[in-house]
């Protein structure tokens, strides 16, 4: 079993930058594909971010590529999403999740996908 906390969040104006943190604990990080969801008030989850294991394979939605960039370092056992260009309708809150995986090259974009999540990091941008 892991243990996911996410921390990096907060107030930014929109065009700024954020790089959100998912520290893991409990089993190394590195036996589990990892991915980003968001949930903004009144809305369902929303898939923003997935990295392989090994950290090989990322995928996004249009709705955030070129902005978003997931990445890993499974020596410290966490995950990152960095935001840029923020826009106010990424306002929400940031959610990690991780799916246990030996295979290298397999992301998961799917919220029933995964089988922990963390308590989530609350960003809001202000236009």
């Known amino acids: 079993q892991v243990q996911l906390v996410e921390s990096g969040g907060g107030l930014v104006q929109a065009g700024g930058s954020l790089r959100l943190a998912c520290a893991a604990s409990?089993?190394?990080?590195?036996?589990?594909?990892m991915g980003w969801f968001r949930q903004a008030p009144g809305k369902e989850h929303e898939f923003v971010a997935a990295?392989?294991?090994?950290?090989?394979?990322?995928y996004y939605p249009a709705s955030v590529k070129g902005r978003f960039t997931i990445s890993r370092d499974n020596a410290k056992n966490t995950v990152y999403l960095q935001v840029n260009n923020l826009k106010p309708e990424d306002t929400a809150v940031y959610y990690c999740?991780?799916?246990?995986?030996?295979?290298?090259?397999?992301?998961?974009?799917?919220?029933?996908?995964?089988?922990?999540w963390g308590q989530g990091t609350q960003v809001t941008v202000s236009s």
């Open positions: 409990g089993r190394t990080v590195s036996s589990y594909a």
């Open positions: 999740a991780a799916k246990s995986s030996y295979a290298k090259t397999v992301v998961v974009t799917t919220e029933s996908g995964y089988d922990y």
């Open positions: 990295i392989s294991n090994s950290g090989e394979i990322t």
